[in-house]
T-cell receptor, first 112, second 117 residues
Framework: KQEVTQIPAALSVPEGENLVLNCSFT??????LQWFRQDPGKGLTSLLL?????REQTSGRLNASLDKSSGRSTLYIAASQPGDSATYLC???????????FGQGTRLTINP | GAVVSQHPSWVICKSGTSVKIECRSL??????MFWYRQFPKQSLMLMAT?????????EQGVEKDKFLINHASLTLSTLTVTSAHPEDSSFYIC?????????????FGNGTRLTVT
């Protein structure tokens, strides 16, 4: 059974810092991995999708990497801003399956 | 980008009544939609997977007679919470998969906050 873990559960950093969020999964046989952002009381916004054959994806100040063999993904946020404050969730999909398995999320606070 | 609209965004109902939540893909066709439930400060729990034109597949422990799902078209899925009770109060979120299949990211609605009094 696939399990996804995100550490830390919460993170608070001053504005302007670069930071890394971690996601690990127990079964390396994944189809893809997706990073989401969730603001309080809202749905999820897709940030980056990495296929199993890819090593990383970039969008603006965000960079997500994938090391399938070690069961890890990281989300790198450069030059953090208060508007980046949110909960970040990673989720994996295994081959042949439609559903995603989510981690518990990392609650990020960027302090002005 | 792809947009998923969920309605209503919040609803308060009395115990014993039924509530319908709609999930629409506005600018793409969704062969598959997913319904999640989220408790405060917790991650998303998948309730069911709905495929257009067929019966939904429910996750273990989810009562299909209580949470009725209908996916009648490629742009609309509905979740009806029947005979709602206070323990059904939660945040319900839908997501949609475009016809591009697994290579396409999932897109989520903004969620529905259900409060049963």
């Amino acid at each position: 059974k696939q399990e996804v873990t995100q550490i830390p559960a919460a993170l608070s950093v001053p504005e302007g810092e670069n930071l890394v969020l971690n996601c690990s999964f127990t079964d390396s046989a994944i189809y893809n991995l997706q990073w989401f952002r969730q603001d309080p009381g809202k749905g999820l916004t897709s940030l980056l999708l990495i296929q199993s054959s890819q090593r990383e994806q970039t969008s603006g100040r965000l960079n997500a990497s994938l090391d399938k063999s070690s069961g890890r993904s990281t989300l790198y946020i450069a030059a953090s801003q208060p508007g980046d404050s949110a909960t970040y969730l990673c989720a994996v999909r295994r081959p042949g399956a439609q559903k995603l398995v989510f981690g518990q999320g990392t609650r990020l606070t960027i302090n002005p | 980008g792809a947009v998923v609209s969920q309605h209503p965004s919040w609803v308060i109902c009395k115990s014993g009544t039924s509530v319908k939540i709609e999930c629409r893909s506005l600018d793409f066709q969704a062969t598959t939609m997913f319904w999640y439930r989220q408790f405060p400060k917790q991650s998303l729990m998948l309730m069911a997977t709905s495929n257009e034109g067929s019966k939904a597949t429910y996750e273990q422990g989810v009562e299909k007679d209580k949470f009725l799902i209908n996916h009648a078209s490629l742009t609309l899925s509905t979740l009806t919470v029947t005979s709602a009770h206070p323990e059904d109060s939660s945040f319900y979120i839908c997501s949609a998969q475009s016809t591009g299949g697994g290579y396409s990211p999932l897109h989520f609605g903004n969620g529905t906050r259900l409060t049963v009094t």
